[in-house]
């Protein structure tokens, strides 16, 4: 058989050939070290110069055919398996979806309603870290070392690190935020606070507070401060604020003067709280005050400065908001629970 009858048999084996690996047997053949075609090549240098020249010119195209041969039948079988790859991991859309999604827990979801609220009317939104020190947590806030506020707030030291703790309380973030901003400021801080306290339906050691803060140095007052709160229990109760009525009790923080608890009237209607201002019964908020002078004294804040904060435990009012009569399941990771609220969370 010639060569030329030989490469077009080969070209057309070629051609049924379906994996690389077999096309490189098939190429090694007849290109290969000891292939038929290298054997033809060997020929050529027992041959005249003219002889040379056309069985040579014969041998080169024979080579590009086979060459061009492979490389189209490589492409054909590269496709196909790509082709193949794809119908195999081709994904059925017309199948009925799974549509159980995640959705935020409804702490999460309360925390990211107030934050946004509180953001698009001006407020920053600012965190600080849990593990604070004395002096952000206690000094700075004009509690006095041996001060009994110190032990009443039942701290968490951090062993090894002297004057190291986990944050009692969100008013740290108070400091850190005049400090590095300086004045006007109006702020809104949402985080973990520790308090060395037993686990039970309405206590936790970890449990979450919203800070506020507005100061300048014009004048604020605590009408101000009042507005502000009735503002924020409506908000959080997702009612009119022409429904919210609160009351002052004078207590002591000492980073206010003066320092107030305060209470907000509601009623109980079928076992929900009804926040209005006929309601005979009043719910702790939690504290709040003017700040006091020696805070912005900490702050390095000079001249006559003015202003307001108060902290609220979330835990309470989201508790007080969906009838939620025991802290613990927020945390415990009850399906059950978790579920009931997402209906709410996911709109
Ligand atoms: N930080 C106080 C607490 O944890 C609450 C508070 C904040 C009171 C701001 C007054 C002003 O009890």
């Not at 199948?95 to 159980?100: G, K, R, S, T």
């Not at 079928?270 to 926040?275: A, E, H």
Request: net charge negative.
């Amino acid at each position: 058989m010639g060569i030329e009858t030989e490469a077009r048999n080969f070209i057309s084996e070629i051609e049924k050939l379906h994996t690389i690996q077999d096309i490189d047997v098939a190429k090694s053949k007849f290109l290969g070290k000891s292939g038929i075609l290298t054997q033809e090549f060997k020929k050529l240098s027992a041959l005249n110069s003219e002889e040379k020249i056309s069985f040579g010119k014969k041998l080169n195209s024979i080579k590009n055919q086979i060459e061009e041969a492979i490389n189209n039948q490589v492409k054909f079988v590269k496709k196909l398996e790509l082709d193949e790859k794809l119908q195999a991991e081709n994904v059925d859309i017309t199948l009925p979806v799974n549509n159980e999604f995640g959705s935020l827990h409804i702490l999460s979801y309360e925390i990211k309603r107030i934050k946004d609220e509180y953001k698009a009317n001006g407020f920053l939104i600012l965190d600080g870290p849990e593990v604070e020190t004395e002096f952000f947590n206690f000094d700075a806030l004009n509690i006095p070392k041996y001060h009994p506020a110190r032990q009443s707030q039942d701290t968490f030291y951090i062993e090894g690190f002297p004057e190291t703790l986990l944050r009692t309380q969100t008013s740290c973030v108070q400091i850190r935020a005049m400090q590095e901003k300086g004045l006007p400021l109006r702020m809104i801080s949402i985080g973990k606070t520790y308090r060395n306290d037993q686990l039970d339906s309405t206590h936790s050691p970890m449990f979450h507070q919203i800070e506020g803060l507005v100061v300048d140095y014009n004048p604020i007052n605590i009408g101000n401060l009042k507005d502000a709160l009735n503002r924020i229990v409506a908000f959080v109760f997702e009612v009119d604020s022409d429904s919210v009525l609160l009351r002052f009790r004078p207590s002591f923080f000492p980073f206010t003067e003066p320092g107030m608890e305060v209470d907000c009237c509601y009623s109980k209607e079928n076992g929900n709280i009804k926040i209005n201002k006929n309601g005979n019964k009043w719910l702790e908020l939690g504290g709040a005050g003017m700040v006091h002078p020696n805070v912005f004294k900490a702050c390095g804040i000079d001249g006559e400065a003015y202003g307001f904060a108060f902290g609220f435990g979330l835990e309470r009012l989201v508790m007080l908001k969906y009838g939620i009569n025991d802290i613990r399941s927020f945390y415990d990771t009850d399906m059950r629970i978790l579920k009931h609220y997402s209906s709410i969370s996911n709109n």
